[in-house]
């Protein structure tokens, strides 16, 4: 068994395919990411199809010939049916693979198994677990399993979704899953994927910086405590620097939406935020002085530590051309980052 070092869980969206090219060469090559659509029910099914193939193969030109995931967890049947035509049509050219899991719709599950035999890519499998893990859900996996040639190989995806200060066992409940799935099939992959990033209210930023706890960060490091033999082909996953709860959240119309918004910096233990402006004559002085504080901060990793940190120190000086930024440029520059950070962290 083998696998990335990295498994971030990205939108299919302009900001976190732009984040994961700007990635160093030798960053993105530990990095294998699990793309996901927005769920977009009551759509046309003419701009569902164009919105679908615009996006997939977005997704398939960042990756270039590097390999990741391609799914569409809270989609209905309709888009369902939408992808699994996109990705029988992307076939043997396409990085992506597609991605599958218990409780899917069985029409879903075969193509992707299908998909999967014919472009020879492999398939993930998606297990979600949101509480305790329930030892039903092995035998599941199992019967799945079953249904996939014996020549396609599969990649274990155990998503954790939001994990933050409320669900201590987390770490132990990975567990008790890893301990039931991973004697099940010989994987190519085994990720663990858990979103730490908090839910942000203007008003938790009135007071400057504010950290928060990486919990997701914390789990992971139980996990890799823990005296399990399989502990070395692990691989670490999480939802960047935005919420999980985003992943399934409908795309924004670009119109309205609040004054306020975030500036991102991971660090070893927190997610710092600052908040900034995305309106108002104060705009341009309240975002640059943000950017600075977070230079300011003992854990900055230095200008030239990314395209995100590059970003930080030319908005924080009022140097470039990009300004101070907007919510799609707030969301890249952090992702770029965290991707970053979090490579170099494993790596050491």
Known sequence: MSGPLYVPVLPTRPHAAAAYGQLSPAVQTAVMPLWNFPPRPGLPEELLIAHTRREAHAASKVQRHRPGWLDAPFADETQLAVLADVMSDLGELSPLRPVTGPGRPEFQQTAALETARRSGSGVGIRVTLAGEWDEGSAHTVRDLLARADPAVETDLLLDLGAVRADRPDAGK????????????????????????????????????????????????????ASDRDYVPWLSYGDYGIQPARMIGSKPSSGRGGPAWGVLRYTTEESFVLAKVLARGEDRTAVNRAAARQLLELPDFRGATASAGESWLRDCARGQGSAGTGNASVWLRVGNAQHMTHVVRSLGA
């Open 173 to 224: 409940e990975a567990l008790r899953a890893l301990d039931a799935l991973m004697p099940l099939t010989p994987w190519r992959t085994a990720a663990a994927l858990s979103g730490g990033f908090p839910e942000v209210t203007a008003d938790m930023l009135e007071q400057g910086l504010r950290p928060e706890p990486r919990a997701d960060w914390h789990v992971w490091r139980e996990l890799t």
